[in-house]
């Protein structure tokens, strides 16, 4: 069956070191996102892209990065973790512009 | 004013009751209207599409109101399994598809 998967499940870091995030979808979908989810924010989007080669910013896009080298991935990688990174971390893909969006499991991490 | 707006409950209700919840958006340019559903800082999933004339789907229904920016979710008969927290989302006309959400609205069913 099509999914979305994302890994590694859970991270711990220290600041300062490089992480990133994995995002793969087997749906072929083009429109892919990521999302950071903290208490009292709900669920705000940090990157996404429409396909390959192309990605944007979203709302709280700094300190984050993202790269589209295929339809399948979309990698997020935190150039210096801080603290306030601690989060947990959803991707998401939908085939079109105004369809429903599909989640992955998402990431839990923290930054010590 | 943020964007997409709800009342953040709980909200606490015995089984068989009958809940509402609603929800304000800012941008009268929406084009797509959902009630997402996420249990337990799992991955929201979608619990129904929201159509201009109003949709059903077995104990829920989702009403829309265009003019009022105005959304709203009502569950009838609610079932120990009806709690989590459920998520207003807007997708704006002029935003490529992005989605906004609420915070959403946390119910728990009780025996």
């Known amino acids: 069956d099509a999914e979305i998967t994302q890994s590694p499940r859970h991270k711990i870091t220290e600041t300062g070191r490089q992480v990133t995030l994995a995002c793969h979808q087997t749906w072929n979908h083009n429109n892919m996102f990521w999302y950071r989810q903290d208490l009292g924010h709900g669920l705000r989007l940090i990157h996404y892209?429409?396909?390959?080669?192309?990605?944007n910013k979203g709302e709280v896009s700094d300190g984050y990065s993202v790269s589209r080298s295929n339809t399948e991935d979309l990698p997020l990688t935190l150039e210096s973790a801080a603290s306030s990174q601690t989060s947990v971390y959803f991707c998401?893909?939908?085939?079109?512009?105004?369809?429903?969006?599909?989640f992955g499991p998402g990431t839990r991490l923290t930054v010590l | 004013r943020k964007e997409v707006e709800q009342d953040p409950g709980p909200f606490n209700v015995p089984e068989g009751a009958t809940v509402a919840f609603n929800c304000t958006y800012s941008?009268?340019?929406?084009?797509?209207f959902f009630w997402y559903r996420q249990d337990c800082r799992k991955e929201p999933k979608l619990l129904m599409s929201v159509y201009s004339s109003g949709n059903e789907d077995g104990r829920f229904t989702a009403q829309l109101n265009r003019a009022s920016q105005y959304i709203s979710l009502l569950i009838r008969d609610s079932k120990l399994s009806d709690s989590a927290t459920y998520l207003c989302v807007v997708s704006p006309y002029n935003q490529g598809g992005k989605l906004i959400f609420g915070q959403g609205t946390e119910l728990s069913v009780k025996p």
């Open positions: 998401a893909s939908t085939p079109g512009t105004y369809n429903e969006q599909f």
């Open positions: 892209s429409y396909g390959v080669h192309d990605t």
């Open positions: 941008n009268s340019a929406s084009q797509s």
